[in-house]
């Protein structure tokens, strides 16, 4: 019997896309940005909600017009193989390929990548480690990782000299869109 390790996902986007994807007229795309921090795949907070809603209303607000009308697509996900970076265990695979990113940028005679922004919200760097963690998997033939799971410690501190911020929270990045069990329209 296989094991199965169940999390709901919330994915903020434009209405019309989450009433696409529930009723089967459309596919969720995965997000392929170079800063994308977890690497490239479908983006999901984990059991938030309120935290999916406020983005996709931030982006709403915003100027790129992706989103006309903010929403939550919600989805029951397997983690299945996952690069669970809550367990302290997985943090090394991450060390490596952060260490082989940059042998091969310094072989290569390439400047590595360089995280940016407010709260390095533009993980540039990130996105290359990962990107190498996995590509060094497939060459040493080990099963790839289905999804990756972190924690994500974002906004103020919700006190002075808090070590919470007001909008920590868990990222589940599925690279496997198989382990996407089923989608829902959650209640407000």
Same mark, same amino acid.
């Given at each position: 019997?296989?094991?199965?390790? $169940?999390?709901?996902?919330?994915?903020?986007?434009?209405?019309?896309?989450?009433?696409?994807?529930?009723?089967?007229?459309?596919?969720?795309?995965?997000?392929?940005?170079?800063?994308?921090?977890?690497?490239?795949?479908?983006?999901?907070?984990?059991?938030?909600?309120?935290?999916?809603?406020?983005?996709?209303?931030?982006?709403?607000?915003?100027?790129?017009?992706?989103?006309?009308?903010?929403?939550?697509?919600?989805?029951?996900?397997?983690?299945?193989?996952?690069?669970? $970076?809550?367990?302290?265990?997985? $943090?090394?695979?991450?060390?490596?390929?952060?260490?082989?990113?940059?042998?091969?940028?310094?072989?290569?005679?390439?400047?590595?990548?360089?995280?940016?922004?407010?709260?390095?919200?533009?993980?540039?760097?990130?996105?290359?480690?990962?990107?190498?963690?996995?590509?060094?998997?497939?060459?040493?033939?080990?099963?790839?990782?289905?999804?990756?799971?972190?924690?994500?410690?974002?906004?103020?501190?919700?006190?002075?000299?808090?070590?919470?911020?007001?909008?920590?929270?868990?990222?589940?990045?599925?690279?496997?869109?198989?382990?996407?069990?089923?989608?829902?329209?959650?209640?407000?």
């Amino acid at each position: 019997m296989v094991s199965r390790s $169940l999390v709901l996902g919330y994915h903020g986007c434009d209405l019309t896309v989450a009433r696409k994807v529930v009723s089967g007229a459309d596919l969720l795309k995965p997000s392929q940005n170079e800063h994308d921090w977890l690497g490239s795949g479908f983006y999901f907070w984990e059991d938030s909600y309120a935290r999916a809603l406020r983005w996709a209303q931030d982006e709403e607000r915003g100027q790129a017009g992706k989103i006309g009308t903010a929403a939550v697509l919600g989805a029951i996900i397997d983690l299945g193989n996952c690069l669970n $970076l809550i367990d302290a265990e997985h $943090l090394s695979l991450v060390k490596a390929a952060h260490e082989a990113y940059l042998e091969f940028c310094r072989v290569s005679n390439l400047r590595p990548a360089q995280n940016r922004g407010k709260d390095l919200r533009a993980r540039y760097l990130d996105k290359a480690v990962f990107e190498t963690l996995h590509k060094l998997r497939q060459e040493e033939g080990k099963p790839p990782f289905d999804s990756v799971r972190a924690f994500f410690v974002e906004g103020a501190p919700l006190y002075e000299n808090a070590g919470l911020r007001s909008l920590d929270h868990v990222q589940i990045c599925v690279r496997n869109p198989a382990q996407i069990v089923g989608y829902f329209l959650p209640h407000a």
